[in-house]
């Protein structure tokens, strides 16, 4: 059983309690999706009831009753929070040492743990250089050795491509037959209709309805889109493709010859790649490809072999690079400098329209009541939309986005979208890495998928066929 009674909690120096009077209930063996708009206090729900607050994060808090189960497994939305070894399969080991396991019996299970989530990784491979979604299947193989009586699962597909979303979910419900099961989740297509309950929260923490998936999604499906809550027909909502790719566009940016070297392996081998102005392109392929890598070069942040160019002029360093391209990564707090939302997005502006263009871009993305706080207070899902309004705010010439609407709720998703296809029609040029099928399918201009080793694109006009690049 797990229970919140006349919960209230509040983060030092916030204006406003995240809960004031919250009271939820979820019963032995229950499965449990939780739903509401970005920043509403959802990852901070599972942190209470899995005793993370007040045991190890420290929040001025008070209840009439709590009840939290010690034996769960979480796994959170950004999975570098819960690593404390270098090597996989060290992190794997330290879980069963905590659990006692004898060390002959260690090396099955962590194959074991491995192999259910599709890991393949040797005993020398270090956490640091797994891709994101690699580590969110590392987070989760953890949870498979806990054995624990409850599952916290904050966000833990986010990072997944779609195979691998569609077999982790598979597994977790194998495996969740006698486990209280807590879920936050924005890509709900595989588990809405396994599911016990929606429990719904508005935007001030208070749980507004709470039901089975059939009655949510059938009296409260407005409500469910006002909130931005991702439900089965929340894709009908979204803006419209407004591009094409039947003009001229003119090249900018181009990398010949190219070879991405990971290690003393070949990662991806690159004959040639042009990208233009006024572009929209989509970047695809399994997790541990190299799409990241592929945009860390771009940037001249690692090394590759091959002619890297932009507008005839060859790039070697990273402040060259910094002249007409700007990266925002999958972890948005390695890019934050400054003490607010306001000044991280000011800074990048210049002239007598910065104030301006500044409070444009904190009402577009829906940052107006975070707008005093400190990048590192936001919900994952404000951070992100933060780290985008900085890449947007720069002005450059092409922006490199590496899983952009991981996290966000759909009104803040469809509300990027728009913003994307109004940039590119000015001329801007949205490289995104993305796993997001509905995206792929209806807004870029151009698809790049990484297979086996080489970039293979996609047109999407039938008079242009198909290509290596």
């Known amino acids: 059983m797990l ?4 919960l209230r909690l509040k983060y030092p120096n916030a204006p406003d309690k995240i809960f004031d009077g919250l009271n939820i209930e979820i019963k032995d063996k229950q499965k449990v999706l939780l739903l509401g708009p970005s920043g509403c206090g959802k990852s901070t729900l599972l942190n ?18 709590l009840e939290v189960d010690l034996n769960s497994g979480v796994i959170f939305q950004d999975p570098d929070t819960q690593f404390c070894m270098p090597k996989v399969y060290e992190e794997l080991a330290f879980v069963l040492e905590n659990k006692q396991v004898p060390r002959k019996e260690m090396d099955q299970l962590i194959l074991n743990a491995l192999a259910s989530v ?54 977790i419900k194998d495996m969740w037959q006698d486990q209280t099961v807590l879920i936050v989740e924005h890509k709900v297509e595989h588990i809405w209709e396994h599911i016990d309950r929606v429990i719904l929260m508005n935007y001030n923490g208070e749980i507004i309805a709470d039901d089975t998936p059939e009655v949510i999604l059938s009296q409260h499906e407005a409500l469910l889109t006002e909130y931005g ?54 970047i695809t392929g399994k997790n541990g490809s190299g799409k990241t890598t592929l945009l860390e070069s771009m940037m001249q942040l690692i090394k590759y072999h091959g002619k890297m160019s932009y507008r005839g002029q060859r790039l070697h360093k990273i402040k060259e690079a910094a002249q007409h391209m700007y990266l925002v990564y999958q972890n948005p707090e390695l890019q934050f400098i400054t003490n607010s939302v306001y000044e ?38 404000q951070k992100r939309r933060l780290s985008v309004a ?14 952009p609407t991981f996290g966000l709720d759909s009104h803040n998703t469809f509300n ?15 490289v995104m890495v993305t796993h997001d099928p509905h995206i792929i399918e209806r807004y870029p201009t151009r698809r790049i998928e990484l297979r086996d080793h080489l970039l293979s694109e996609e047109q999407l006009f039938e008079t242009e066929g198909e290509r290596n690049v």
């Open 48 to 65: 209470v009831l899995s005793g993370i607050v007040p045991n190890l994060i420290e929040l001025p808090m008070k209840y009439d009753d």
């Open 229 to 282: 809550v991702w439900h089965p027909h929340a894709w009908d909502y979204a803006p419209k493709s407004t591009l094409s790719s039947d003009t001229e566009i003119q090249t900018n940016f181009q990398f010949r010859d190219g070879e991405i070297i990971r290690g003393k392996k070949s990662l991806i081998q690159i004959p040639e790649l042009e990208i233009g102005a006024g572009e929209w392109i989509t």
């Open 416 to 430: 990027l979208l728009s913003l994307f296809q109004k940039r590119v029609a000015q001329g801007q040029t949205i």
């Open 118 to 171: 599709d890991l393949d990784v040797g005993p020398k491979q270090t956490v640091q250089k797994l891709s994101g979604g690699m580590k969110q299947k590392l987070a989760i193989a953890e949870t498979v050795l806990q054995e624990a009586h409850t599952l916290f699962l904050d966000e833990p597909t986010a990072m997944l491509d779609v195979d691998a979303t569609e077999d982790l979910w598979n597994h």
């Open 3 to 6: 229970r919140a009674k006349n």
């Open 344 to 381: 991280e997005i000011f800074i990048n502006f210049s002239g007598d329209h910065a104030k301006e263009e500044t409070e444009k871009l904190i009402k577009m993305l829906n940052l107006e009541a975070v707008r005093n706080h400190h990048p590192f207070e936001l919900s994952m899902g």
């Open 390 to 403: 900085t890449a947007l705010s720069s002005r450059a010439d092409i922006i490199l986005l590496d899983e």
